[in-house]
């Protein structure tokens, strides 16, 4: 029998760790499984997805550009992928592809992989974009004491707040009026780290024996582990824990197997 097939679509994609990830899970399983890098422009989004659901593609991962409008190509979408505006997993049935997010379940796996506690504390989620949006509804699931979610511009934090109005203790802010305050978890959802740059942000923001999370990893983590460590902080993670963790979520929505994220890691981070 041929393995089975699947791939992860965007555009650029010879950078995506995924085709990586996935054989070292299957193997775990001695499942044979292919799985592709496949490059898609915007333009042709709309035609190339029914062709792979036509070639008999047993499931996809997005990345960017497309998880945002994946969602409208979708037979159906999950409620956690709606709540985060992005589908970055998709499972064939017989008629389509059903859409889901699989991010916020691979940070709050990886954090509690991690040890770094979400409950009662309080968690300041810098950057108010796609990344922030993803994780905000199981961060709150989490029951933080609070929430705050800041970025330079004051309108997309209040957008986010208005988005999760009812869900918890969400508080939208500016990085300025961050001045005084003080967090026990600090989460970098921003994407300046990729021109190797940082918010400015107010003074020290972390209190003693703290922990920052990137959700970026690779260079451009780098900024934010710096900052992170002129605050103190006693734990700094990068994001590249997430990616295992979200791509072990995705692998349990096709195969219905849980795989040991730790050696992939281990592997990854060796390489
Ligand atoms: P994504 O969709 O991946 O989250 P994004 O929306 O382009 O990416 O950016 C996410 C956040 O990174 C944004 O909130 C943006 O901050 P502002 O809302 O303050 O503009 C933040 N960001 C991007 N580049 C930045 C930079 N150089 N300095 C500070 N913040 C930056």
């Known amino acids: 029998m041929a393995a089975s097939r699947y791939a992860v679509i965007g555009q650029p994609i010879a950078h995506s760790l995924s085709p990586r990830i996935h054989p070292l899970f299957a193997a775990q399983f001695s499942i044979e499984l292919s799985y ?11 035609v ?18 497309h998880k945002a409008t994946v969602a409208a190509l979708c037979e159906s979408v999950s409620e956690r992928a709606q709540l985060a505006g992005a589908v970055n997993c998709l499972k064939r ?24 506690a979400v409950a009662s504390q309080r968690v300041l989620l810098l950057g108010a974009g796609g990344a922030a949006r993803g994780v905000i509804a199981p961060l709150l699931a989490l029951q933080p004491k609070e929430l705050v979610v800041s970025s330079r511009n004051p309108w997309k934090p209040e957008e986010l707040a208005e988005r999760f109005k009812g869900r918890g ?20 959802a921003t994407s300046a780290g990729h021109d190797g740059s940082m918010p400015r942000l107010p003074g020290p923001l972390l209190v003693s024996g703290g922990s920052c999370y990137d959700l970026s990893y690779g260079k451009a983590h780098a900024p934010f582990a710096a900052w992170a460590q002129s605050q103190g902080a006693a734990k700094i993670a990068d994001g590249l824990g997430m990616l295992v963790e979200q791509a072990a979520v995705s ?4 195969l219905g197997k849980s795989p040991d994220v730790e050696p992939v890691l281990a592997a990854l981070r060796n390489s």
């Open 48 to 65: 190339r997805l029914p062709q792979l659901h036509a070639d008999g593609y047993s499931g996809i991962n997005v990345t960017l550009p």
């Open 169 to 188: 203790p969400l508080r939208p802010c500016t990085h300025l009026a961050l001045k005084g305050d003080h967090y026990d978890l600090i989460i970098n």
């Open 251 to 254: 692998f349990e929505i096709w």
């Open 36 to 46: 592709e890098a496949i490059e898609i422009a915007p333009a042709e989004l709309a």
């Open 93 to 116: 049935s017989d008629t389509g592809w059903v859409g889901d997010n699989t991010d916020g379940e691979g940070l709050m796996r990886d954090l509690a992989r991690l040890g770094i």
